[in-house]
């Protein structure tokens, strides 16, 4: 119940970054590789879905079930490894092989953020142990500033980024114009 409540109020134990920072990474990673909206919407759940096995996280609230059957392999296993970046990918290739690279970068991004925390990341799982490089703490101000970092590339680059929707929603407010 704690580990819930602290991904709902988004403060984190320490040594998990939360969801908002994997999200907004990913959003920034994925607007930089498409202005599709469907492989937008695949990046920011793939920027995600590492977290699955965690009951209380921001993904598995929005899943029922599915992530209570995956914890029972305990948080930072398999979905936090390069089998679980595999498994992701396969099923991409296999439906929806347009946001392959989406995705498959989006999901990266967790992992590499996961292992700049102190509790690290299983690359290797089931094989030896967690790589950390412990620079992360939820909560603190290393993640304060790279959130901070990560707002402001996006308030710059942003307009860059999503440029190609401009067109597409004037194109809508002059359809609805009439």
Known sequence: MQAFHRHISGK?????????????TGILITASLTSDPKGLAIGMVASLLPDIDEPGSMISRKIPIIPYIISLLGHRT?????IGLVLFSGFLFVYAKEYLMVGGVAYLSHLILDTLTPAGVPWFYPLGRNYSLGLFRTGGLT???YLVLLFVAGAVWGPLLFKPYMAQLANLKRMLMF
């Open 12 to 24: 984190g134990d320490g040594h998990n970054l939360t969801g908002p920072t994997h999200l907004a």
């Open 143 to 145: 993640e304060a500033l």
């Open 78 to 82: 398999i979905t936090h490894s390069l």
